[in-house]
């Protein structure tokens, strides 16, 4: 089946710095991505819709200037947190969607846990 | 009214117990419907596609009811390794994105 693989699993970085977690669709392409957000005990919170070779649509309450996303191929999206603050800690999910007829089944990452010191 | 509710859960059962989680959405036109299991600190998976007929797999069982807006997974002889929280998500139509319900938390006790 599909699969969708994130990188890296687990992060730890410092106030202020800036963190780049990619979204790879490995044998299936992709025009279409989404990126989640999930805290302890929360459910997913879709952050935004990641466009290949466009921008990206970014959900309401969500800084488009904080958590950049870049979609430049048909395989790879990137979400990029800059200045990253203790608050920014969580769970960032990627999905892709494999469209068959007038249906489709999401497929996710494995998930990136952020940890801001 | 939020797009997708679930039970709010805990659900605490015994092994073996049968438990049923129930799911309504708002938007009728919705097209497809899902149930995903996520497992603490990992990412959600699917678990079956609900159709309008109905459809079993194993001990899971999926319903849906577009009349009443209402979409139900039923889990016989529950395991341990049941224990996760159950999503419901709705497709709904003119390719919106795909929209999550709260989940519902089972634990499964020896």
């Known amino acids: 089946g599909a699969v969708v693989s994130q990188h890296p699993s687990w992060v730890i970085c410092k106030s202020g710095t800036s963190v780049k977690i990619e979204c790879r669709s490995l044998?299936?392409?992709?025009?279409?991505m989404f990126w989640y957000r999930q805290f302890p005990k929360q459910s997913l919170m879709l952050m935004a819709t990641s466009n290949e070779g466009s921008k990206a649509t970014y959900e309401q309450g969500v800084e488009k200037d904080k958590f950049l996303i870049n979609h430049a191929s048909l395989t790879l999206s990137t979400l990029t947190v800059t200045s990253a603050h203790p608050e920014d800690s969580s769970f960032y999910i990627c999905s892709a969607r494999v469209v068959a007829g007038n249906t489709g089944e999401l497929f996710f990452g494995e998930g990136s846990r952020l940890t801001v010191l | 009214r939020k797009e997708v509710e679930q039970d709010p859960g805990p659900f605490n059962v015994p092994e073996g117990a049968t438990v049923a989680f129930n799911c309504t959405y708002s938007n009728s036109a919705s097209q497809s419907f899902f149930w995903y299991r996520q497992d603490c600190r990992k990412e959600p998976k699917l678990l079956m596609s609900v159709y309008s007929s109905g459809n079993e797999d194993g001990r899971f069982t999926a319903q849906l009811n577009r009349a009443s807006q209402y979409i139900s997974l039923l889990i016989r002889d529950s395991k341990l390794s049941d224990s996760a929280t159950y999503l419901c998500?709705?497709?709904?139509?003119?390719?919106?994105?795909?929209?999550f319900g709260p989940g519902t938390r089972l634990s499964v006790l020896p």
């Open positions: 044998d299936f392409q992709a025009t279409t």
């Open positions: 998500v709705v497709d709904p139509p003119y390719g919106q994105n795909f929209v």
